[in-house]
């Protein structure tokens, strides 16, 4: 069913004529705003239910809205703990079992409360002038440690004479000397740092307890006798320049002692100290220089002695350590074939694979996600994964039985014709390597006939996609598109090797491994091969631009939020210092045609596609000069094309429900825009 005319109007037409169809089973545009998922769960005191974060959007604000529920393991008395139009996040349980921490800005700016689990009595225990993070309790449950934006002193070469009463000048000049002055979807960084606090449970002054021009933003753990916290920070003289790099360290609140324990060139993070007191687990790889590299599990005493890795065999990225009661073994959570599992391992080394079915916490693209929790008797209460919805809680049990506990969108879902999800495997052409695929089929799919297909390529490059619900596939489909989406080379979840067979030389044989696997749905029929759209962003509008500069088999492409010229990325992102010492060989004055040869803008002589460029207005990751460059030498070149600029959105389109519509309603319109006559 088309949506649109042939030309390219407005999404609010499309938004319109989706209002009068009502009664239409097809997933919609409005139903967008009615998502909700569940994530961030955390076990209750005795073990018997969970409370969680429960994510819905907030039509009226544009935004993702968070509350706390609890809802039993057995998933029955599911209900609201903290819930309102403001949001409710972090719920972190006292060691006593007795009162939850968390973070709210009901009352104005962020603030730490305390609720009383017996009572319900809520205090707020903070007035805090910036936003707290990473709540955790000391194991004597009289103190919170937490960390929060410190502000500097603004850098001022001179001072201006004084304004006239009523005078109104220009203002003042912003002076920057930081290597890394932005950050997307933040903007400008202030002048200060991000350190450690601790706060009485029952309310008080907050102490600063770290200083210098470093930060301290990570996860904190605390010492069994609530003496001493540890952390990972780069408290290095260049830390600027060497944003991998990080360490534990261990500070005694009573003397102010701090103590480095690792020195591992590389990053050394998430410090998690055991039940029992006496060991330490963390995240850590030795940087060898790769853009992308695995962290493995490592344990040693509190002291940092006694250095050993749990993981030697597991060639994936480690992350979600949580240590089990019994001080025995650890759980974790990795990506593993474009599926997020949760794991389990002993301190000698063996363990078992709990449950491949986390995720359902991306929305808007197919991406890898989810988390976990372990539960004491050994259940893993997770967030699961299905292709036709958003994140539900479910419950594991020792022997492999999976209950779901909560059933978060049956009032959108019931009675909706999804799109069926099927994996596809395809051979590389370039090196028979095994490249995995997956690919959407309209709820009404009908073999006998023939499909225009989407290619739908990810971000990152280092990232993975997975059989997860994604809106924007489904949105696709919905309209009569099958959709296909692939990990080639450079993606994760299959190796440290894999996912660096394009370092120093991305975009290349990637390109041949999406062909590829277009080719493969090709050859199994039902795909119109005069109907073949692509589109992608990030490292996915890389590629499409990359795609379309090597061929012109495609109808119609959106190349959104990409990088065009490697070498005016490299100086104008917000990250400079990680791509240009990760993902290149040379600075770009170094190597200029190494920088060259890998843009997207050196092919655009040959582009005769025609496409549109879609990137938020306050995009610093993959900077909107990089999509103006692209459209300007279109236009230059007579290549029909339009440039969509999302309002008010930085590299993260999707993280408001309208700006996650326009996208894929333009997206669509173009599409649709450029069909053949015989397909209308």
Excluded: C
Excluded at 318 to 334: E, M, T, V
Excluded at 372 to 398: E, Q, Y
Aim: hydrophobic letters at 35%.
């Amino acid at each position: 069913m088309r949506f649109l005319p042939k030309t390219l109007a407005l999404v609010g037409v499309a938004l319109g004529a989706q209002a009068a169809a009502a009664q239409d089973s097809s997933f919609s545009y409005s139903d967008i705003f009615n998502l909700e998922f569940a994530t961030g769960p955390r076990i209750t005191p005795d073990g018997l239910s969970v409370v969680y974060e429960r994510r819905s959007m907030d039509i009226m604000a544009d935004r993702q809205r968070s509350n706390i529920w609890q809802v039993n393991l057995d998933g029955t008395s599911h209900r609201p703990v903290l819930s309102g139009k403001a949001n409710y996040r972090m719920p972190r349980f006292s060691p006593d079992g007795n009162r939850m921490a968390y973070v709210s800005a009901v009352e104005g700016r962020t603030q730490i409360y305390i609720r009383w689990l017996d009572t319900g009595d809520t205090a707020r225990v903070t007035d805090l002038e910036h936003a707290p993070g990473n709540l955790s309790w000391s194991p004597d449950g009289k103190s919170l440690a937490f960390t929060m934006f410190v502000p500097g002193k603004p850098t001022s070469l001179f001072k201006m004479p004084t304004k006239p009463k009523g005078a109104k000048w220009a203002g003042t000049a912003r002076v920057v000397d930081k290597a890394t002055y932005r950050i997307d979807g933040v903007g400008f960084i202030p002048s200060g740092n991000t350190h450690l606090f601790t706060v009485p449970a029952d309310g008080g002054t907050p102490r600063q307890r770290t200083t210098g021009a470093f930060n301290h933003g990570g996860g904190i753990s605390w010492a069994s006798d609530s003496s001493t916290v540890f952390f990972s920070a780069n408290r290095s003289d260049n830390w600027e320049l060497n944003p991998r790099e990080s360490d534990i360290y261990s500070l005694n609140l009573f003397s102010g002692t701090l103590a480095q324990l690792t020195t591992n060139i590389g990053p050394d993070n998430s410090p998690l100290v055991s039940p029992d007191g006496t060991m330490i687990a963390f995240t850590s790889y030795t940087d060898k220089g790769l853009s992308h590299q695995n962290a493995s599990l490592f344990v040693m005493d509190t002291d940092g002695a006694n250095r050993r890795e749990l993981t030697l065999t597991l060639d994936r990225n480690i992350g979600g350590l949580q240590w089990a009661a019994d001080s025995k073994g650890l759980y974790y959570r990795y990506n593993d074939q474009g599926k997020t599992l949760a794991a389990y391992v002993t301190l000698g080394g063996g363990g078992r694979v709990l449950t491949n079915q986390l995720g359902g916490t991306s929305l808007g693209r197919p991406y890898a996600s989810g988390n976990f929790r372990a539960a004491p008797d050994g259940k893993i209460i997770f967030t699961l994964s299905r292709s036709d919805r958003p994140a539900d809680l479910a419950v594991i049990d020792r022997i492999g039985r999976t209950v779901v506990i909560t059933d978060l969108n049956s009032d959108i879902f019931d009675g909706k014709d999804m799109a069926s999800v099927e994996e596809v495997s395809v051979e590389s052409s370039v090196d028979s390597r095994s490249i995995q695929a997956w690919l959407a089929k309209p709820a009404d799919f009908d073999a006998s006939k023939k499909y225009p297909l989407i290619l739908e390529i990810h971000g990152g490059p280092h990232a993975a996609y997975g059989p997860a619900f994604t809106a924007e596939i489904q949105l696709m489909a919905a309209k009569g598109y099958m959709v296909l989406w692939v990990n080639p080379r450079g993606s994760t979840s299959y190796g440290e090797n894999f996912a660096n067979l394009i370092h120093h030389k991305y975009p290349s044989q990637d390109y041949d491994d999406l062909m590829d696997s277009v080719d493969a749905v090709l050859a199994a029929g039902s795909v119109d091969e005069d109907q073949l759209y692509v589109t992608g962003g990030s490292g996915g509008g890389v590629l499409t631009a990359w795609i379309i500069g090597k061929t012109n088999r495609f109808r119609a492409a959106v190349v959104a939020k990409p990088v065009i010229n490697w070498a005016s990325f490299v100086l104008t992102a917000d990250f400079s210092t990680l791509f240009a010492k990760y993902w290149f060989p040379s600075l770009p004055w170094e190597d200029p045609d190494h920088y060259w040869k890998r843009s997207p803008l050196s092919l655009v002589g040959n582009v005769t596609t025609p496409t549109m460029l879609l990137t938020g207005e306050n995009d610093v990751r993959t900077p909107i000069s990089e999509t103006e460059q692209y459209y300007q030498a279109l236009k230059l070149l007579g290549v029909e094309s339009v440039m969509v600029r999302i309002p008010g959105s930085g590299h993260g389109i999707a993280s408001k429900p309208s700006n996650l519509v326009q996208k894929v309603g333009n997206i669509l319109a173009w599409f649709e825009k450029y069909k053949p006559a015989e397909a209308e």
